[in-house]
């Protein structure tokens, strides 16, 4: 199983991007999906994750600015982020529990995508 995001890049502040991530492999089953992001010497943060019923939990500094979402029938999770500030600046990194082949649900990371808000 492995997760790939895509939708980084740089943008101004005020502006919006769309980030998406996408389960691939033999796949049973995903559950919970979620975003992470980690600033250069800060720890890895939770961002936003939803759950298999749509089910939505957002860090404060983000709510009413991103939205969390997910195709079910794509293994795909996504995140719109708009009126992006300079503090939004950080690696995001997507997070899943999958079921494989064996049918055991296991937790795995994407690679990160950069996202840079700055004029």
């Known amino acids: 199983v492995q997760l790939q995001a895509s939708g980084g890049g740089l943008v101004q502040p005020g502006g919006s991007l769309r980030l998406s991530c996408a389960a691939s492999?033999?796949?049973?089953?995903?559950?919970?999906m979620g975003w992470y992001r980690q600033t250069p010497g800060g720890q890895r943060e939770l961002v936003a994750t939803?759950?298999?019923?749509?089910?939505?939990n957002y860090e404060d500094s983000v709510k009413g600015r991103f939205t969390i979402s997910r195709d079910n029938a794509k293994n795909t999770v996504y995140l719109q982020m708009g009126r992006l500030k300079r503090e939004d600046t950080a690696v995001y990194y997507c997070n899943a529990d999958v079921a494989g082949y064996d049918i055991m649900m296991n937790n795995y990371w994407g690679q990160g995508t950069v996202v840079t808000v700055s004029s």
């Open positions: 939803i759950n298999r019923a749509g089910d939505t």
């Open positions: 492999g033999v796949i049973f089953s995903v559950g919970a």
